[in-house]
Nanobody, 131 residues
Framework: QVQLVESGGGSVQAGGSLRLSCAAS????????MGWFRQAPGKEREGVAGIYTGGGSTYYSDSVKGRFTISQDNAKNTVYLQMNSLKPEDTAMYYCAADTSGYTYYHCHRSWPDDRPYNYWGQGTQVTVSS
């Protein structure tokens, strides 16, 4: 049974930092696509950052580039999202997701930031940034 369990959300003032974690289990973690997505009220879900777990290559949306960092701990099958210089517009529910249909970085990167290839999702963790 595939499980993605997020943690680390919360409330912070603008300019602050948070780190989200996503612990994956129930499937082969290596050589897969993992991503962080977010959805704010009244808005469509958008890709934030992704990582190819086979080699650690990463990709980001323009809105978070330079402020957010996605990383992984292979030994723990865990993906992290370090969020710095947070802005009120970063307020959203953040979801961890896994795409287990491919095995290459090319597969992960070519579809980014489309969320449709991601077949497993966590329950989400709320991030609220106040001004």
């Amino acid at each position: 049974q595939v499980q993605l369990v997020e943690s680390g959300g919360g409330s912070v003032q603008a300019g602050g930092s948070l780190r989200l974690s996503c612990a994956a289990s129930g499937y082969t973690y290596s050589r897969r696509c993992m991503g962080w997505f977010r959805q704010a009220p009244g808005k469509e879900r958008e890709g934030v950052a992704g990582i190819y777990t086979g080699g650690g290559s990463t990709y980001y949306s323009d809105s978070v580039k330079g402020r957010f960092t996605i990383s992984q701990d292979n030994a723990k099958n865990t993906v992290y999202l370090q969020m710095n210089s947070l802005k009120p517009e970063d307020t959203a529910m953040y979801y961890c997701a896994a795409d287990t249909s491919g095995y290459t970085y090319y597969h992960c990167h070519r579809s980014w930031p489309d969320d449709r290839p991601y077949n497993y999702w966590g329950q989400g963790t709320q991030v609220t940034v106040s001004s």
